[in-house]
């Protein structure tokens, strides 16, 4: 290995490192504990270092939510794809998104909650954003065959993310979670299997 491969090598570990402990501290105790001084603490590297690698705390956010964002594609594969049938496959694909919010707290909200420099559904959009849509798109597409896919998947996508959001912030009944997401599902293949609907 040259040297300048193993530098790199170290620089990218020191960046993963700085991710995976601004993870761990937002799981722990929340966003607003984690700050480029509690970071530096953490894994014994000077707020120098820090800037070497993200130029603000909104860079490290942003790095989570792209992990986040990869492992929400990886998860919403595995459900589509063990499935036996394509509605089943819909149904399976949005249980494992709402149990992805519930789960990852802190790392959903690095996705979705806090601000970021992020772009959704533009060109410049990154790979893992643009993965974990096209995962629950292919499951609506195939459950549905709808001509309008992407609008389809995008009031999908907006819906689930409003039943985990309020249910994580208890303004929901307990224990209803799962029968909350068989009802969408259920009403939304009713309303659009038969592809779009006609203007009257």
Do not use: C
């Amino acid at each position: 290995m040259s040297g300048e491969e193993r530098v790199q090598r170290e620089r990218a570990a020191r960046r993963a490192m700085i991710v995976s402990a601004a993870r761990d501290l937002a799981e722990k105790e929340g966003w607003d504990a984690v700050t480029t001084r509690r970071l530096s603490t953490e894994i014994e590297y000077s707020q120098p270092v820090l800037y070497k690698h993200f130029a603000s705390m909104e860079d490290i956010v942003a790095a989570v939510a792209l992990e986040g964002f990869a492992h929400l594609a990886e998860t919403l594969a595995r459900a589509r794809t063990d499935a036996v049938d394509p509605l089943t496959a819909l149904r399976r694909v949005a249980h494992s998104f709402r149990r992805f919010a519930v789960d990852n707290p802190a790392l959903y909200d690095a996705m979705f909650a806090r601000s970021s420099q992020l772009t959704f559904a533009q060109e410049s959009t990154a790979t893992p954003m643009v993965h974990a849509f096209a995962e629950l798109r292919t499951a609506v597409a195939d459950a549905l065959g709808h001509d309008d896919v992407d609008t389809l998947t995008e009031v999908l996508w907006a819906a689930l993310h409003g039943l985990a959001t309020l249910g994580r912030g208890g303004r929901l009944r307990p224990g209803l979670d799962d029968q909350r997401v068989d009802l969408l599902v259920d009403q939304f293949v009713s309303a659009h299997a038969a592809g779009p609907r006609t203007a009257p």
